[in-house]
């Protein structure tokens, strides 16, 4: 059996790859943590303002920086979440397997996107209409 078939047969990570996969999610997480700090800055910013001292055009656009801060600040969250729920997955094993296929999710994927759940053909598949 060549390398590339025994490649293929696997069906989990090693201690080692896997503490390689932590590391990147923690580093990840840290910047992540970080960027919310610096939203919940801007949030209070912007939010430091009465409406008395203001005119209403500069009002409109604080209004709208806030919203997109808030966006901002909930994708961040979300992402957060994502990276905390990886590494539960580390620790419980189950990471890097495709919650769609149950096919180990590629290496370079994983690298790029630490907190995948699917192969790309496992989100294709989660994306398909189901007709019934």
Known sequence: M????????KTFYTRTELEEFKQIILDKLAESKGEQK???ENMRELGGNSVDSLNFTEFGNESRDKEQVEIMMARQTKFVYSLEKALIRIENGTYGVCRATGKLIPRERLRLVPHATTTVEGKLQDRKPTIG
Do not use: M, P, T, V
């Open 38 to 40: 610096r939203l919940q």
């Open 2 to 9: 060549d390398s590339s078939a025994i490649q293929a047969e």
